[in-house]
Structures are given as C-alpha cells and as structure tokens.
C-alpha cells in the first residue's frame, strides 16, 4: 500500500485556485502532525504548510492568506486550498509528516503549474 498519495494538482492561470488532496494510510495520518511541501525546478523542497492532530496549523510566509491546510481525521487526508496562485508558486507539490524531519519515503507528488 503507497503510504502517501497526492492529487489535484494541474494548470492554471495566475490567480486561479487549486485544491491539492493527500491521502495516506492511518498508520501514518493517525495524531501526526502533516504537511505539504513543494520543490520548484532548480531549487530545493520546502515547507508550505503544516497542521498537526488536532488541527492548528501554520503557514510559510510565501503563501500567508493565500492558501488553507485542512485534514479529515476519519478520511485520513490533509488538503491545500491554493487561491490567488501566482507563477512562483509553480512546482511539485509533496505531503509528509511535518517537523524537523518528514518520515516517510516521498511519493510522486502532484504538479502545479501557474501560467502568468
């Protein structure tokens, strides 16, 4: 069973909205802290959000008003809502456990792709 399953990413223009969902086996999911990631061609994965069990959440500046971490405890998933995309955000996007260290072996990711 693939531990952590990401979708909903695609092309859309600047200022569009997404919705990126995370499905990942309880084991995983169950009182962990979860986050999303992103990795740009050329640069490195970083952090974009975070949320942990009991769902208080936290923002990388970048995306600050723009975008909302959520997660469904009984469906084991974490979501991104992006609005108001821009061409920056362009990149894969990864869910993991959050903290310092995410634990689990990266999946594929899902693309986004902002056309300005």
């Known amino acids: 069973q693939v531990p952590l399953v990401e979708s909903g990413g695609g092309l859309v223009q600047a200022g569009g909205s997404l919705r990126l969902s995370c499905a990942a086996i309880r084991t995983i999911f169950r009182n962990n802290q979860m986050a999303w990631y992103r990795q740009a061609p050329g640069k490195e994965r970083e952090m974009v959000a975070d949320?942990?069990?009991?769902?208080?959440?936290r923002y990388a500046e970048f995306v600050k008003g723009r975008f909302t971490i959520s997660r469904d405890n009984a469906k084991n998933t974490v979501d991104l809502q992006m609005n108001d995309l821009q061409f920056e955000d362009t990149a894969v996007y990864y869910c993991?456990?959050?903290?310092?260290?995410?634990?689990?072996?990266w999946g594929q990711g899902t693309q986004v792709t902002v056309s300005s």
């Open positions: 949320i942990t069990g009991n769902g208080i959440s």
């Open positions: 993991n456990t959050g903290g310092p260290v995410p634990r689990i072996s």
